[in-house]
């Protein structure tokens, strides 16, 4: 015989006042066991206020606009309004940093588009989710410091009208989906069918062209110098020439790439 287990979910005192220096943060779910889960893992975070719940897309819009959270863990799919549609419907001054908690793997791009922090698929581990905490403290704080707060409603009005290059890239490596800023990126280089995107002592692969991967990258930052590298010119530290034309590219890391000679004319964008 099966015994049913009862789930019962803690009552999450709401509140409207601000708490100085600690991020409010609701939690929007419409799956019981997956907004206890969630809790259950932010309740050592001191820095966080719990401030809410909501189990639907026009009941975490009200919250939103009560409870004014620093920052929101929002589902994509909910019932009334999924949360694109949530986001939609955001206020546009001082809108909450957005971290998507989702079994959807493929709403990643779209949520890039308006910004989110972050893109975590369930079950989400304590550390994948602390990693996505400490962008959202960045993203907060940064917009304390400076009184202006991220927008990513307006991205979506922005990408309905103009098409514009991403301040980032989405990464799939299996059930994760990773957000890595183009500032981070020192250089790129071809590996077979695949680019490795080479990020402090971090390397990620991806199944990519070259030619691809050269669209996704801000010209003005970015510089093919070979047929198989790109280079972030941000983090070039010197040239020095070679034999036949060809130059050694120096990073700031000390790492060291090639500039052959069919790309001299690239000099001087470098220069």
């Known amino acids: 015989m099966t015994t049913a287990l009862a789930f019962a979910e803690p009552e999450i005192q709401e509140t409207e006042s601000k708490s100085e220096g600690r991020i409010r943060a609701l939690i929007a779910d419409d799956q019981l066991i997956a907004r206890e889960s969630l809790r259950r893992m932010l309740i050592s975070e001191t820095d966080?206020?719990?401030?809410?719940?909501?189990?639907?897309?026009?009941?975490?819009?009200?919250a939103i606009h009560r409870l004014r959270p620093d920052l929101v863990f929002l589902d994509v799919a909910m019932p009334g309004l999924n949360g694109f549609g949530v986001l939609n419907q955001l206020p546009q001054s001082q809108p909450p940093a957005i971290i998507f908690v989702t079994a959807h793997e493929n709403f990643a791009h779209q949520a890039f588009d308006v910004e989110a922090v972050d893109y975590l698929l369930k079950p989400c581990?304590?550390?994948r989710l602390h990693k996505a905490l400490n962008r959202a403290r960045e993203?907060?704080?940064r917009r304390r410091a400076?009184?202006?707060?991220?927008?990513p409603q307006e991205a979506l009005a922005d990408t309905a009208t103009k098409p514009q290059l991403s301040q980032r890239l989405t990464i799939k490596s299996g059930r994760r989906i990773l957000f890595l800023r183009l500032a981070d990126i020192e250089y790129v280089e071809a590996a077979d069918n695949y680019m490795e995107l080479h990020a402090g002592k971090e390397t990620h692969l991806v199944r990519e062209t070259m030619a691809a991967m050269e669209t996704k990258l801000p010209s003005q930052q970015f510089l093919r110098i070979s047929r198989s590298t790109i280079v972030n010119t941000d983090f070039i530290r010197e040239l020095q020439p070679m034999f036949h034309g060809d130059y050694a590219v120096i990073l700031r890391s000390g790492a060291r790439l090639s500039l052959s000679r069919g790309y001299r004319d690239k000099l001087g964008q470098l220069c």
């Open 146 to 151: 400076t009184a202006q707060p991220a927008k």
């Open 139 to 141: 993203q907060i704080h």
């Open 48 to 62: 966080l206020e719990l401030v809410g719940t909501a189990v639907s897309g026009p009941e975490t819009v009200e």
């Open 125 to 127: 581990s304590g550390q």
